[in-house]
């Protein structure tokens, strides 16, 4: 297993320029033939934000300070992951032309979904920091953290990603399951009220929800202003890096069928 997970990142690396052409191509064709283009970048966010600002704030009284800066915070992390997943899912799939040419490497399509997700995450940052100064949150030094909480979600996602990548393109149930499943995770995680408001009792689960996580570790470098306890991120990064050989593993094992199975 262990030299599966070498040689696919071997060749991911080797193929890097078509990765990066390939998600250049894929961030100009996701809007494209819109009127208002890569804004959506932003406007989507946005208005997820003044939805769930509306619900959570006004309706249902979640009593945080700055709370749509609390709540951006998370959120964009998330669209990230949950985007990735999603379109990563049904790479394989949706890519059935590329996938009959034999020469094509196809574990080069889950990467290109992760990273041009990542790659709105990045375009979106500098709308959380003028959030920030609207609202009055000054930048911290803990910004500093911030390369390495995403990496270590980006390693998890990427584990993910490739699992689950490969096992659609036998049960395509896969996709639907997790298209709900997401929607419960969302919930599971503190984006939307801060892990205070749980019952002290209960807090203990989010140590079994990376994405939980990570979601406290953006609080804490963004809004509270103190390192992230490592333990935050150092159990993504795990878990991340142990599906990863997992979904590698599965990936190879899958990857000589693909034309076959689509």
């Known amino acids: ?59 249902m009284r979640v009593q945080v300070e700055n709370y749509a800066v609390f709540m951006f915070v998370g959120l964009l992390p998330w669209i990230w992951f949950s985007s990735s997943l999603l379109e990563g899912v049904n790479a394989i799939v949706s890519s059935g032309s590329l996938i009959t040419k034999s020469m094509f490497p196809a574990e080069v399509l889950p990467m ?16 959380l920091f003028i959030f920030m100064a609207v609202y009055g949150v000054p930048y911290k030094w803990t910004l500093i953290w911030l390369p390495v909480i995403m990496l270590s979600q980006l390693i998890f996602t990427v584990g993910l990603v490739y699992l689950l990548s490969s096992i659609n393109v036998r049960y395509r149930d896969t996709q639907h399951i997790l298209g ?53 991120f150092a159990i993504p990064a795990i878990a991340g890096l142990i599906i990863t050989f997992l979904g590698f593993y599965q990936f190879d094992r899958f990857k000589e069928t693909f034309a076959e199975d689509i």
């Not at 290109?112 to 709308?127: A, H, T």
């Open 1 to 59: 297993m262990i030299n599966v997970f070498a040689v696919n990142v071997k060749s991911l690396l080797k193929r890097r320029e078509l990765i990066t052409t390939l998600v250049a191509k894929e961030l100009k064709a996701r809007y494209r033939g819109s009127f208002l283009g890569m804004l959506w970048t932003f406007l989507n966010p946005l208005l997820l934000l003044l939805v769930y600002s509306l619900v959570f704030s006004v309706y």
């Open 112 to 127: 290109v979904k992760i990273l041009s997700n990542l790659m709105n995450y990045i375009f979106s940052l500098p709308l």
């Open 180 to 232: 709900n499943f997401i929607t419960f995770w969302f919930f599971l995680c503190p984006i939307l009220y801060p892990i205070s408001q749980t019952p002290e009792e209960w807090r203990f689960i989010f140590y079994f929800n990376p994405m939980a996580l990570l979601s406290v570790s953006y609080q804490d470098i963004f809004i509270n202003g103190h390192s992230p306890d490592p333990i935050h």
